[in-house]
């Protein structure tokens, strides 16, 4: 009921909603409709109370909650149920958890806090309280297990349009899992399978956005950065996810239906590196040469002097 409260007063926000008016539209008692106005003012929604007026939702809290982000996604044809938690080790784990409990596609675990974020090559990443996005998606594709690394791809071009739409603030996506502005990191992407002999079970895709951080750890100083931090603003997390789920929607189902051609020339034009020396640094060893861009598998070409291009498959790039 709490949900159905705050999705009236976010689509009427321009207005006041009368207590008699919002208890017939959800069929409840006025004395009801008050409980959950003061429970979402506790939450740090800013509803003010005028007399022979209503409600009105000034401003959203700063804390994410379930029932918020329901009322904000309820027309995405994706993404349906949330799971939401204060504090976790990482959505990452939670979202495995939930596959092994039969979560169905579409499920997304969001938190404010990781105490153990999940970044790419087991490191961690840092997930400050009530500051960034620190989320998991969990899909389940039919697609080939040699396909499944595009959804990195797809789920990089979602976030830099979302972002880069909502923040003024031009995203570069570096192969195949960092979104940086200026040229320091603001985003990063985990895809994670679970897979059967035969057959793919699910992809978790975990993303992390730093949204409002004002401040990093002396060790990522120099090469991290904030929404707030380029552009000077605080941002809306709860919205800023709605953006993000609903880009990647779209490109999700045009990605199922007409593989991966549509999605090739979107990442291409915010790629960082094409047409750059780079280096690729791989579990083996290292090639330096110039990013030609991606074939139509999403791996990495590089041709190195001698002319030959390589096919990179999993790799760290410096652009150098």
């Not at 939450?43 to 379930?66: F, H, P, R, T, W």
């Amino acid at each position: 009921m709490k949900t159905k409260v705050l999705t009236l007063l976010r689509e009427n926000k321009d207005t006041f909603l009368s207590g008699e008016k919002i208890s017939n539209e959800l069929d409840c008692s006025r004395t009801a409709v008050w409980k959950h106005i003061d429970s979402l003012r506790k939450e740090g929604y800013d509803i003010v109370a005028v007399q022979n007026k209503g409600y009105q939702l000034k401003k959203s809290g700063s804390q994410l909650s379930e029932h918020d982000l329901v009322s904000r996604i309820k027309e995405n044809n994706l993404f349906h149920h949330v799971v939401y938690h204060s504090l976790v080790t990482s959505t990452q784990v939670i979202a495995h958890q939930l596959v092994n409990e039969g979560a169905r596609e579409g499920t997304i675990v969001v938190a404010d806090e990781q105490t153990a974020g999940k970044g790419r090559l087991g490191r961690t990443w840092d997930s400050q309280h009530e500051t960034g996005i620190w989320m998991s998606l969990i899909l389940k594709p039919l697609v080939d297990f040699r396909q499944a690394p595009q959804l990195t791809l797809v789920a990089a071009v979602a976030l830099a349009r979302a972002l880069q739409n909502k923040s003024g603030q031009q995203i570069d996506i570096k192969w195949p899992n960092d979104l940086l502005v200026n040229g320091k990191k603001i985003c990063g992407i985990l895809t994670e399978l679970q897979a059967d002999p035969d057959r793919i079970k699910s992809v978790i895709i975990g993303i992390g956005v730093n949204v409002n951080h004002e401040h990093f750890p002396q060790e990522i100083t120099d090469i991290a950065t904030s929404l707030k931090k380029e552009s000077g603003k605080n941002f809306d997390r709860a919205e800023l996810i709605t953006d993000i789920l609903d880009e990647f929607s779209w490109l999700y189902e045009a990605y199922l239906t007409n593989g991966f051609s549509l999605i090739k020339p979107l990442w291409e034009a915010h790629s960082l590196s094409i047409g750059k020396k780079v280096i690729a640094r791989r579990a083996k060893d290292s090639l330096v040469g110039i990013a030609l861009g991606i074939n139509e598998n999403g791996v990495l070409l590089l041709q190195d002097e001698t002319g030959h291009v390589h096919e990179i498959y999993s790799a760290d790039i410096e652009i150098s």
